[in-house]
């Protein structure tokens, strides 16, 4: 090792134990179990081969939401909630409701570092008591430092916008000019269009004014707060970190283009930030990095994902958003989404990961509920899970399963407890009170809400949003599918029908939702699991594997190889367990809840029927 990486690391080990004196409190003392754990639960995750693994060894899928766009907003100082109450409600509700298993939750560097040089232990005590309500729930975590348009502060009281991110003080030091879009039909626009954003962000990616370093120091000084004040069992739930939300150049530099900003400028910020949680103690847990947000845009489009950074490994996780840019606008798609619109958009995801050499995570999807375009989100949406699941469309399913791919992590844009309730003074102008969606440019993607008595609904299609998907499978998945059934206002949307060619399989499912997972056994012993949602109860849940068939699934013990339990945090939601025995081979289970009392021989017949489908289509 030469001495200037000699020197390097000493600088790194100074700096954390300084931010260790100056912000850690006292550990908190051990958590109480997670309510309705059972011995093979553990919420550590790993980055190997490709996938998130558990300390089981079994693959790991993420599904929930970002909590939330309320952090953004400067009613409730940069939280993502008002107290911890609120986050509790909150997280029972994404757990029963939205079938989460995952969030990634927001923080404000504004907030976090409101004085240059000055952590705000206060903002970080309160962030981390919410997380823990999550974490107590049995959904892990990946916090994410968030910024749009750079900070609030770039924008006037009278402004069509407003940003977050950045600190007042650190927009000070820019002396940026007066912010203006020109004409902006959308916010999103200000990002290539805005002067002063353009030249706010540049300053950041080229350190000036020091303000790379005074993120990075603050972003170490939260992390060593977060693992001093969660409990080990609490810190084992949290993923890792998501450093830098949307990142943009603002500006090339005279024969720069995105993909050699990446390189230049943008991978280096990342092995600064991998250093910085390295010291913080996050050594176990991936940077969850994300490319030039235009790296895999269906309009404004421009060469990137993270091309020149090598294989990222274990110690990266390939994080990337998508929203369909064409059915927004209006304009560049007129008619709804259909089956398999974005299985070619998320299938390059898959591979930009696997090149890479790591996992993928979707970590923003979503489409508006309200507003010009709000009539394509329910098949918007049901495109986006359905290619979050798999890389084949549903037409072409049940013909070419094994062309499945890995089933994606990902989490939907957002979960605001909030929406509807707001009282935001947009860019602290008491005369601009904001109330309406999600109070933050015009957005309103909340898949939740409180009604008039203070309970949390979904605004969403439950059928939509609460979705099997396979949480953890022991061993290899090889395909997996999910017919939700959502609806398009009265209609109900079938994309992936079972053939008639399986006789007794499609008369099983009928007209109901169904799932089927095809694994390969690994040689641990914790069971294969699947999120069950609120729509399949155990009176009409059908289940036939190569492990067993049954109707109405019995509860879960270590000898029951097709069972039913609680999933951890106590909030009611339902897994479905299925365990080997073995290593090395192949099993599929049909999930469904068409059925009503099926035959032991109609049981036996669907059962034989899949495993030929198996045995051909997968081998």
């Not at 693959?59 to 911890?84: D, I, M, Q, W």
């Not at 840019?325 to 958009?345: C, E, F, P, R, T």
């Not at 994606?408 to 929406?419: F, P």
Request: proline share 5%; charged share 15%; aromatic share 10%.
């Amino acid at each position: 090792m030469d001495m200037p990486n000699i020197r390097a690391r000493l600088l790194v080990v100074l700096v954390v134990l300084c931010g260790f004196l100056t912000v850690a409190g006292t550990p908190s003392a051990s958590a109480a179990p997670i309510a309705d754990s059972l011995s093979f639960d553990d919420t550590r995750l790993t980055v190997q081969n490709g996938r998130f693994v558990d300390g089981n060894g079994r693959e790991v899928v993420l599904r929930g939401y970002n909590v939330s766009g309320e952090t953004k907003l400067a009613e409730n100082k940069g939280l993502p909630f008002a107290s911890v109450a609120d986050a509790k409600k909150s997280a029972t509700a994404l757990r029963a409701l939205g079938g989460g298993n995952s969030v990634r939750f927001l923080l404000s560097w504004a907030y976090a570092e409101p004085v240059k040089g000055q952590v705000d232990t206060t903002y970080l005590a309160n962030a981390t008591a919410q997380m823990r309500a999550f974490l107590d729930a049995g959904i892990r975590v990946y916090p994410d430092f968030h910024q749009d348009l750079y900070s609030r502060w770039l924008f006037n009281s009278g402004s069509w916008y407003t940003g977050d991110g950045a600190p007042a003080w650190a927009v000070a030091l820019g002396n940026y000019p007066a912010e203006s879009c020109g004409i902006c039909l959308l916010w999103g626009q200000n990002i290539t269009q805005n002067g002063a954003v353009k030249a706010a962000q540049y300053d950041f990616w080229h350190n000036k004014y020091g303000l790379q370093d005074s993120f990075l120091a603050t972003a170490q000084k939260t992390m060593a707060y977060l693992k001093a004040n969660l409990a080990p069992e609490e810190f084992a739930g949290v993923v890792g970190f998501d450093p830098y939300n949307e990142p943009y150049a603002g500006t090339y530099d005279s024969g720069q283009n995105s993909r050699t900003w990446e390189r230049d400028l943008l991978w280096p910020f990342y092995v600064k930030f991998r250093a910085r949680m390295d010291a913080a103690g996050w050594t176990d847990k991936p940077a969850m990095v994300e490319p030039n947000l235009f790296w895999n845009g269906n309009v404004s489009k421009e060469e990137g994902g993270l091309l020149d950074a090598g294989t990222l490994g274990s110690r990266y996780v390939f994080n990337t958003h998508f929203y369909d840019q064409k059915a927004i606008s209006g304009i560049l798609m007129w008619g709804n989404a259909s089956d398999g619109q974005y299985v070619a958009d998320f299938g390059t995801v898959r591979d930009r990961a696997a090149a890479a050499g790591t996992t993928a995570v979707v970590s923003e999807f979503g489409h508006p509920l309200n507003g010009s375009t709000a009539g394509k989100a329910p098949t918007v949406l049901k495109a986006m899970y359905q290619a979050l699941d798999s890389r084949v469309k549903g037409a072409n399913w049940w013909s070419a399963p094994a062309g499945s791919g890995p089933v994606l992590s990902g989490t939907q844009w957002q979960w605001d407890l909030y929406n509807g309730r707001h009282h935001e003074l947009m860019n602290d102008n008491p005369d601009k009170v904001l109330t309406s969606g999600d109070a933050w440019n015009d957005e309103d993607l909340s898949a939740v809400k409180l009604d008039d008595s203070g309970t949390p609904v979904l605004r969403q299609d439950a059928r939509l949003l609460d979705r099997i998907y396979p949480s953890a499978t022991s061993g290899t998945t090889l395909a997996f599918t999910y017919e939700d059934r959502s609806r398009d206002g009265s209609t109900t949307l079938t994309w992936n029908p079972v053939p008639s060619s399986p006789p007794n399989v499609s008369s099983l499912v009928g007209s109901g939702q169904y799932a089927v997972l095809v694994w390969r056994s690994g040689s641990g012993s914790a069971p294969t699991e699947l999120h069950l949602p609120a729509s399949f109860p155990n009176s009409t849940t059908t289940v036939v594997s190569d492990l067993g068939t049954v109707h109405g699934p019995p509860a879960y013990s270590s000898s029951t190889p097709v069972g039913a339990a609680l999933e951890p945090g106590g909030t009611g939601s339902r897994r479905l367990l299925l365990t080997d025995a073995d290593s090395g081979v192949l099993h599929y289970a049909l999930v469904t809840n068409g059925a009503s009392s099926p035959s032991a021989s109609v049981l036996s017949a669907a059962r034989s029927e899949l495993a030929n489908w198996a045995s051909q289509k997968i081998g």
